[in-house]
């Protein structure tokens, strides 16, 4: 019983470590996409993927405990204190977004993604109002939320369909 016990431990880590090394690979699939040229900062948010079947399919502190991990290994690596500082907040407030709407069990995943999106992008532009002492950039975040909308409309498309086909005993 006990050895049963210690193989799921050993196999929730794997596909928990898997999740995050996913997320790091896709994010920098991502950095290495011109989507930025259409709108400055803006990115698809293919990491926000690998949350969304962390949610769905694990539990809302899996999937914040994988986002953190994958903010702070993608920053270490590809960013600095300040991407770090700017993916933490627009992270946390897209988890909080994301799960509340997630437990009324009134939206859908493509809804939930959406609203992550632009979360995610109203927590980045607070973080930026501090760091240039500055509201001027407010007007910026009418453009990063139509963004954020289409990037959450495919981002969520992709994580219904990839939670559907997952099986069941893989997570």
Same mark, same amino acid.
């Given at each position: ?8 431990? @050993?196999?929730?880590?794997? *596909?928990? #470590? ?5 997320? @790091?690979?896709?994010? %920098?699939?991502? #950095?290495?996409?011109?989507? !930025?040229? =259409? ?9 926000? $993927?690998?949350?969304? &079947?962390?949610? %769905?399919?694990?539990? /809302?502190? /899996?999937? *914040?405990?994988?986002?953190?991990? +994958? ?10 204190? =300040?991407?770090?500082? %700017? ?5 946390? $407030?897209?988890?909080? &977004? ?34 240039? !002492?500055?509201?001027?950039? $407010?007007? %910026? ?19 219904? /369909? &990839?939670?559907? +086909?997952?099986?069941?005993?893989? *997570?």
């Amino acid at each position: 019983m006990k050895k049963e016990k210690n193989n799921f431990g @050993m196999r929730k880590i794997a *596909i928990r #470590s898997l999740l995050v090394a996913l997320a @790091m690979v896709l994010s %920098y699939v991502e #950095s290495q996409m011109p989507v !930025e040229a =259409f709108v400055p900062g803006m990115k698809l948010g293919l990491t926000n $993927l690998v949350v969304m &079947v962390a949610l %769905y399919r694990l539990n /809302e502190k /899996e999937a *914040i405990i994988i986002n953190i991990i +994958r903010i702070f290994l993608v920053g270490f690596t590809f960013g600095n204190m =300040f991407s770090i500082a %700017y993916s933490l907040a627009g992270g946390m $407030l897209s988890g909080i &977004v994301m799960i509340a709407l997630k437990k009324t069990q009134k939206v859908s995943m493509t809804t939930v993604s959406v609203a992550g999106g632009v979360a995610h992008n109203v927590g980045q532009i607070l973080v930026a109002m501090v760091v240039l !002492e500055t509201t001027a950039i $407010l007007y %910026y975040l009418l453009i990063l939320w139509i963004a954020g909308v289409f990037a959450g409309i495919v981002i969520g498309v992709l994580s219904a /369909e &990839v939670t559907k +086909r997952l099986p069941k005993t893989i *997570i």
